[in-house]
């Protein structure tokens, strides 16, 4: 394929897409995959590094077809080391999240909203445009913690 036909392919899934800030940290160019992955699903993203005093949601996405919210907790794994992405979503993590989420939905009047935890791991070992590897695990946890009925 021409170089210039890779350019207008490029040009058009940033716009459609999302682009990926090519100087940005590791950790937030995986985060702007993850996003670019979730549209391409059908998915709509509302916000992106959704932070409070207590935590911080790396995206949050809706599925109109279902009705859902959905909570993605992103990991990049940048080195060659062994191991998985996800596997750093301890259970720890997951109560942060799931707290972070009960304020959000709290904040927005959302609650009784049909949720779900995902998580998407990116592998991202070099300067590359794009990730090696990215997987999405749609419902990796449930809500975690004491209080979770409102």
Not at 93 to 109: D, E, F, H, I, P
Not at 113 to 128: L, N, Q, S
């Amino acid at each position: 394929m021409p170089r210039f036909i890779h350019r207008i392919r490029a040009a058009y899934v940033d716009w459609r897409y999302g682009r990926i800030d090519l100087d940005a940290k590791v950790g937030k160019k995986g985060e702007q995959a993850a996003a670019r992955l979730l549209r391409r699903k059908g998915l709509t993203v509302i916000a992106e590094s959704e932070s409070d005093r207590g935590g911080e949601i790396d995206l949050i996405a809706i599925d109109e077809r279902k009705k859902i919210i959905i909570f993605v907790e992103v990991k990049t794994h940048s080195t060659t080391k062994p191991g998985h992405p996800a596997e750093r979503v301890d259970e720890a993590k997951q109560g942060r999240v799931s707290r972070a989420a009960m304020r959000y939905l709290k904040r927005k009047k959302l609650l009784g909203t049909p949720v779900r935890f995902d998580v998407i791991a990116v592998w991202w070992h070099t300067d590359a445009p794009e990730p090696n590897k990215i997987e999405h695990y749609e419902a990796a946890f449930e809500c975690t913690g004491d209080f979770q009925m409102f």
